[in-house]
């Protein structure tokens, strides 16, 4: 795909928030999706988008989060997962992933929500909406899960 169609995007999102809040019993449905077009100069946030209800503590920490997780990962250029520069003492995990489109633009996709515990969910549900929305194909979810060792890859999506 050559640009972003944040319809789209959004729509796949609620879908897969939904699906893996019913498949790993998550309670809640709630988080920040951020997007970044990356470039040489550091990045240019593309959208941030609320999907869900929650306090508004709680979505401050996912936003924090979520902007955290994208923007340690455009500082990485050679990373294509925020998980291979991950510190957890510094409270820095997963959750975004980098996409390069057809048209040479690089994206960064970044979701921080669901469950407090566990970064790969947020990793995953980037590479799902990714992958059903066409900005990647199943060699490049696959890479992207393998890099991790996600554990939600291949049972949700």
Not at 90 to 95: A, H, I, P, V
Not at 102 to 122: C, P, R
Request: hydrophobic share 35%; net charge negative; charged share 25%.
């Amino acid at each position: 795909m050559t640009s972003l169609y944040v319809d789209d995007l959004i729509q796949n999102l609620e879908i897969e928030i939904t699906e893996f809040s019913r498949v790993y019993k998550l309670g809640e449905n709630s988080g920040y999706f951020i997007v970044i077009e990356d470039d040489e100069d550091g990045g240019v946030i593309f959208l941030i988008i609320k999907i869900g209800e929650c306090s508004a503590d709680k979505a401050r920490k996912m936003c924090a989060s979520s902007l955290e997780n994208a923007q340690r990962l455009v500082a990485h250029p050679e990373h294509k997962t925020s998980w291979q520069s991950r510190d957890p003492e510094k409270d820095q995990g997963g959750g975004a992933i980098r996409i390069s489109c057809e048209d040479g633009k690089t994206y960064i996709f970044s979701f921080s929500g669901l469950t407090e515990h566990a970064e790969h969910v947020g990793e995953a549900l980037m590479a799902y909406v990714a992958f059903h929305t066409g900005y990647i194909n199943a060699t490049d979810l696959r890479e992207l899960m393998i890099i991790s060792n996600n554990p939600y890859f291949g049972i949700v999506g």
